[in-house]
């Protein structure tokens, strides 16, 4: 498959071209534009004097122009180096420049010249220069396969592209084919037989694209980064061609849920409007095995704000952090077991700490406490003080050395709140962490210009995949579980109501005050990370579910459908036990429970039973704080008897 032309470097003109030799172009292409814009192009030097007559008499009778007199060299010159003004002045720079170029170049080197700069329309904001990239526009073909019909309907339009266009004005498109193919039989370059079967031709044109990606601040995040890693390579030179990971189709999905969604929640929520300062959105998309960038929207509006807030934002992720805290808490440690399992029961209560700034009190969003939770639920609910638990019991440093692990280069600073995401991260970095958990454990280095070719094809930049274990994936797969639940059960699942019914794993994250909204998430396929606020901090007063979800479940569906794509793997290296969740151990016939994904001989080894107090579970809250011994009444031989029964069937 062909790249797609999304863009250019330098240039506020992207273009499509893709340059052809001469000698590769089918005889009747070259014949027809000979016919049609210079008859005369072998025998001139640049200035064809009977066709400026012919012209000036035609204009004169017509009392206006209604013909030009500029050979195919003139239109070379005014294409490459002049301006489309009609002055005195610049139609005698144009017959200078075309003597001066007559007498450098041969009249093939001219022609082929002219074939590669010819404007033949527009793709979006992609403009399409030359006869190969016009061919592939229009038939889906490069220019050497052009049949003698499309040959003629390519030429025709270059009197006008957009009124002759065979996707617009189909009727102009064949009357001008037709026109042209009558000139080619006229100067016996086809005879009247071919004329006559090529009119009869339908036009044959591709279905039109759709609008064309416009991945303005991923361009000028690219921009930046070759500037500095390629002084020697001007960007400006049309040759240079640098190959990006960048789906068009997911970019258009990308640019179409921030446009819309950004529509809609001040549509939703008038008072966003009345900010004074826009609301803004960013959404950007890797491919996890790769680490190319799919899809890159940095902000809500280019026209009205280009700054970056993909890789140059840095606001704190609230709960889209917890999950590099959970991957913190499940890993083993040095002594080869983890500090928590899922099943792990925590205390949701009042919590104070002290720290050199004050006393930290941690609280929800809804500024209520539910009693003892499991880190699965905490998760699945996004509740606060049990994570904040967690970060105490494993320490702030973990937590810092986990995500740098998972590709937080920002620095952050190992403190309580750390555990509920007060740093400060970019939402390009939240998704390459995201990645990793995507990928079982490897880390991904993000990849924005996969290799760059100059003129003769090359390369002056690779950038190869670069995958890093870091940790078991048995690990992650623990957090991949947690995730995909928070989404069929947790704070995630407005994603469901959007009518998204495929495998999916994503996080909600909502800073202090509600200035930040997130949502994370992935599939096997693609990671995309989803920021919603205000540049200067001023409170959204929505959720993550609320402003964030809505984008990434439209961008979602608009890329992988309403079912999705693949299914996430069963994970490996896990054992699964049934686990009470009032209790945190086994379940049996006197306290029912659920599946629990466990790390090989992490599972709680006793059983529920009646009389079990589920205070008397908790994990510890401090480094080396050991668990309260849990205390149980006597039981019965009936009770041990069926305990001994259900542990000996599982």
């Known amino acids: ?19 052809v030799h001469l000698g590769d172009l089918p005889q009747h292409l070259v014949d027809a534009v000979l016919v049609v814009e210079d008859r005369r192009f072998r025998d001139h030097h640049g200035l064809d004097l009977f066709r400026l007559a012919g012209a000036l008499v035609a204009n004169l009778r017509a009392g206006g122009v209604r013909e030009g007199g500029s050979t195919i060299t003139q239109q070379l010159v005014k294409n490459v180096f002049l301006s489309h003004e009609r002055t005195v002045l610049r139609k005698l720079r144009e017959a200078w420049l075309a003597l001066r170029v007559e007498r450098a170049h041969t009249k093939d080197e001219i022609l082929e010249a002219y074939l ?5 329309g527009q793709r979006g904001s992609v403009s399409v220069i030359g006869v190969d990239a016009a061919a592939r526009h229009y038939f889906g073909h490069s220019a050497s396969s052009l049949d003698l019909a499309e040959s003629a309907l390519l030429v025709g339009m270059i009197r006008g592209p957009g009124f002759y266009s065979p996707w617009t004005h189909p009727d102009n498109a064949r009357e001008r084919r037709n026109q042209v193919l009558a000139m080619m039989a006229e100067e016996k370059v086809i005879s009247d037989k071919q004329a006559a079967a090529a009119a009869k031709r339908p036009l044959g044109n591709v279905p039109k694209p759709p609008a064309s990606a416009r991945p303005r601040w991923f361009l000028a995040r690219l921009e930046r980064e070759l500037a500095g890693e390629l002084p020697g390579v001007d960007l400006r030179e049309d040759r240079v061609a640098v190959f990006t990971g960048i789906d068009a189709e997911l970019q258009i999905a990308a640019e179409s849920a921030v446009r819309t969604g950004v529509k809609e929640l001040e549509a939703g929520y008038p008072r966003l409007r009345e900010r004074g300062t826009p609301l803004q959105a960013a959404l950007v998309a890797i491919e996890p095995a790769s680490g190319a960038i799919l899809a890159y929207v940095g902000g809500s509006r280019w026209s009205e704000n280009q700054f970056d807030h993909i890789a ?31 099943a792990s029961l925590l205390r949701d209560e009042p919590l104070e ?16 406490f539910r009693g003892p939770i499991t880190l699965r639920r905490a ?10 638990r967690v970060g105490l019991a494993i320490g702030p440093e973990a937590i810092v050395n986990v995500a740098h692990r998972m590709g ?6 190992p403190v309580p709140s750390l555990a509920l995401g007060a740093g400060e991260v970019s939402p390009l970095e939240l998704a390459r962490a995201y990645a990793l958990l995507a990928n079982g454990g490897e880390r991904v280095a993000v990849r924005d210009a996969i290799h760059v070719t100059d003129a003769d094809g090359h390369v002056l930049r690779e950038q190869p995949p670069e995958r890093v ?64 606020g205000f540049d200067d901090g001023t409170p959204l007063g929505l959720t993550g579910a609320q402003a964030a979800v809505p984008i990434f479940g439209r961008f979602l569906i608009g890329a992988l459908g309403v079912d999705g794509g693949e299914e996430f793997a069963e994970p490996t290296g896990l054992e699964r036990v049934a686990i009470n969740e009032s209790t945190g151990l086994r379940a049996s016939f006197f306290c029912w429970g659920e599946d629990e994904w466990f790390l090989p001989g992490t599972a709680p080894s006793e059983t529920c039973g009646p009389g079990w107090e589920r205070a008397d579970r908790f994990e510890p809250e401090q480094p080396g704080e050991e668990p309260p011994v849990a205390h149980r009444p006597p039981r019965d031989p009936v009770v041990r008897f069926f305990e001994k029964l259900f542990r000996v069937r599982r």
């Open 1 to 19: 498959m062909e790249p797609e032309t999304i863009g250019a470097l330098a240039d506020d003109a992207p273009v499509d071209r893709v340059l």
């Open 116 to 120: 590669n700069t010819i404007y033949l």
């Open 312 to 342: 140059q934002a840095r606001r704190q992720p609230g709960s889209a952090f917890k999950p590099i805290v959970l991957l913190a808490a499940l890993a083993r440690t040095s002594d080869g077991q983890p500090a928590f399992t899922l």
């Open 353 to 368: 700490v002290e720290t050199p700034q004050g006393v930290w009190r941690p609280e929800d969003y809804e500024k209520e």
């Open 379 to 388: 998760l699945e609910n996004s509740v606060n003080v049990p994570f904040a």
């Open 408 to 413: 937080i280069e920002s620095p952050l600073d």
């Open 469 to 532: 274990r870091e940790f078991d994936p048995a690990e992650t797969a623990l957090v991949t579980t947690a995730l995909e639940r928070a989404v069929n059960h947790g704070t995630g699942y407005p994603l469901r109501d959007l009518g998204y019914r495929g495998p999916i794993a994503g996080k909600t994250g909502t800073t202090n005050d509600a200035r930040d909204a997130w949502f994370v998430g992935f599939t096997p396929e693609l990671v995309a990370a989803v920021w919603v």
